[in-house]
């Protein structure tokens, strides 16, 4: 994610500079892991709410903005991103092009999809691709 400039989708502050902010009391600065699917969204449509605890799952965001979007349905989270939000999200291989994958009933295919993406990006880094 940082070879690729990622960003926290609200406050567009760079992946690894908020790593970098950390204290004794943060090891991790600012930065935190945002489930997508949270476990709230998953058992609010029966599924097994571990299922939120998948990689394919996560994105890095900022503490403040895994608040904000804290037990958010993921497409209600995509409409609410400004243009350039969006832009930041796409990074990390959220946004449109995920179509309707992200309604909570289709939230196995987004992760299939998603997952897929991921690897791929992880190939190309690594000169596998």
């Given at each position: 994610?940082?070879?690729?400039?990622?960003?926290?989708?609200?406050?567009?502050?760079?992946?690894?500079?908020?790593?970098?902010?950390?204290?004794?009391?943060?090891?991790?600065?600012?930065?935190?892991?945002?489930?997508?699917?949270?476990?709230?969204?998953?058992?609010?449509?029966?599924?097994?709410?571990?299922?939120?605890?998948?990689?394919?799952?996560?994105?890095?965001?900022?503490?403040?903005?895994?608040?904000?979007?804290?037990?958010?349905?993921?497409?209600?989270?995509?409409?609410?991103?400004?243009?350039?939000?969006?832009?930041?999200?796409?990074?990390?291989?959220?946004?449109?092009?995920?179509?309707d994958l992200?309604?909570?009933?289709?939230?196995?295919?987004?992760?299939?999809?998603?997952?897929?993406?991921?690897?791929?990006?992880?190939?190309?880094?690594?000169?596998?691709?």
């Amino acid at each position: 994610l940082v070879s690729r400039g990622a960003k926290d989708w609200l406050t567009g502050a760079a992946i690894d500079s908020l790593a970098r902010a950390g204290s004794a009391s943060l090891p991790t600065g600012d930065l935190t892991v945002h489930q997508i699917f949270s476990r709230k969204v998953l058992a609010d449509v029966e599924y097994d709410p571990d299922d939120a605890n998948i990689a394919a799952n996560y994105a890095l965001l900022s503490r403040p903005t895994n608040s904000e979007f804290s037990n958010r349905q993921p497409d209600e989270v995509l409409a609410a991103l400004k243009p350039d939000e969006r832009q930041q999200a796409e990074t990390q291989f959220f946004g449109v092009a995920a179509g309707d994958l992200l309604s909570k009933e289709r939230h196995y295919d987004f992760l299939k999809w998603r997952a897929e993406r991921l690897a791929d990006s992880i190939n190309e880094f690594l000169g596998f691709s």
